[in-house]
């Protein structure tokens, strides 16, 4: 099928397992590692996809309130509920897209395979763009040999990896044309069994998949590689909106107050600063650069857009956000009454923990322009760590 022909890119992430074979407690999926849970260092491999138009999380249903947890400030499109098996599973996942997506492009991916890299991902979806299918798949570097001690050429085989990416309705199609053949343990070879040619994407060592206690040490050294800490610092205010009001947005919440503040989008004084504290941290301007008010795109805007924003391109450059501390200067209104939801939504904003969210409001004591209630202002500190 030709490029043309490809309206857009799906990612479907199975996570369904139970990961018994680590032998740990918690899901290997769930696992944290590097401050994050696997399935999370896995999902954030492919928010940046250009052409991206959704993805999909498998998941067992006991591990709702788990997934959830991993997921926090995603915009995701809902979990899709797995099967007893990875094949049922998947199945269950393509059953979700509707027709008009059929000639779209889906990548089957392992939730337990975190270090996918980008450029390995750009390759399979070129390489797709000729065919129907296509499989990362990584050569072989050691002697194989049979229960005989016969050595087996290895020049013949590879070590098949996912991404596997097809045509939606093709993978579709073989799934329900093998609907009760349990003899394919993953979806490429599902597609090949129907007659299609699988193309094969040369593939790195690193994408390894999480299977056992041991992989999961790995893991965790590969995710301790040095990095550096950068802090961000951003700075905004807002005036008072002379006109009466019933609310006013602070830090993505509405509290009850009789004055708004002004500004082109909604005037979320904390977000603004916040936004700004993330762009330090990437030497990547202000808010007013990137949505500027000229731009009527922004009137009335949601905030949280900007925030969102900011943190993609922070983790397009591998940062991780480790802690935020905001600080709001204001006579009125009190947030102490709204304080912990504040911090549930910017903990949910930021895919963080409740407590690496500091949040803190001080008065002016009636001093300047505060201290009139004139207006407001927000002071926030950003923690960031990126490879060296």
């Excluded at 999380?57 to 995701?76: C, F, M």
């Excluded at 050294?221 to 602070?250: C, M």
Aim: hydrophobic share 40%.
């Amino acid at each position: 099928m030709s490029k043309e022909g490809r309206q857009g890119i799906h990612v479907l992430i199975a996570a369904a397992g139970s990961g018994s074979r680590t032998g740990l407690s918690t899901p290997k999926q769930y696992r944290r590692i590097g401050g994050k849970m696997v399935l999370r260092h896995t999902i954030e491999k492919f928010i940046d996809l250009q052409g991206l138009k959704s993805i999909r999380v498998i998941i067992a249903p006991e591990h709702a309130a788990l997934y959830r947890e991993a997921v926090q400030g995603l915009d995701l499109a809902p979990p899709v509920l797995g099967a007893k098996t990875r094949k049922q599973s998947v199945y269950n996942g393509l059953s979700a897209f509707t027709r008009a997506e059929y000639d779209d492009t889906v990548l089957i991916h392992d939730a337990a395979r975190p270090f996918v890299s980008l450029s390995s991902i750009e390759h399979l979806l070129g390489a797709v763009q000729n065919g129907n299918a296509a499989t990362l798949a990584a050569p072989v570097a050691d002697t194989l040999v049979d229960q005989e001690y016969k050595i087996i050429d290895r020049e013949k085989y590879s070590a098949v990896q996912t991404p596997q990416a097809f045509r939606i309705g093709l993978l579709k199609q073989a799934h329900e044309a093998f609907k009760n053949d349990d003899r394919f343990t993953d979806d490429a070879g599902i597609v090949a069994a129907l007659g299609e040619i699988v193309t094969l994407v040369p593939g790195t060592r690193d994408n390894f998949k999480i299977t056992t206690a041991e992989d999961m040490m790995m893991a965790e050294r590969l995710l301790a590689a040095p990095r550096e800490t950068r802090t961000g610092f951003g700075y905004d205010v807002h005036a008072f909106d002379p006109a009466p009001a019933e609310k006013i947005r602070l830090g993505g919440i509405d509290i009850p107050h009789p004055k708004k503040l002004l500004g082109h989008s909604d005037a979320d004084v904390i977000l603004h600063a916040l936004t700004d504290a993330l762009l330090g941290t990437i030497g990547e301007g202000d808010i007013g650069q990137l949505f500027p008010p000229s731009d009527m795109k922004w009137k009335n805007a949601n905030s949280e857009l900007f925030v969102k924003e900011a943190m993609r391109r922070v983790h397009h450059k591998s940062g991780h956000i480790i802690h935020a501390d905001i600080t709001l200067l204001a006579e009125a209104p009190k947030i102490g009454p709204h304080r912990e939801k504040m911090i549930a939504r910017l903990a949910s904003m930021l895919g963080l923990d409740a407590d690496r969210i500091g949040l803190k409001a001080t008065t002016m004591e009636g001093l300047g322009f505060i201290g009139r209630q004139e207006g407001i202002s927000a002071q926030c500190v950003v923690t960031v760590t990126f490879p060296t």
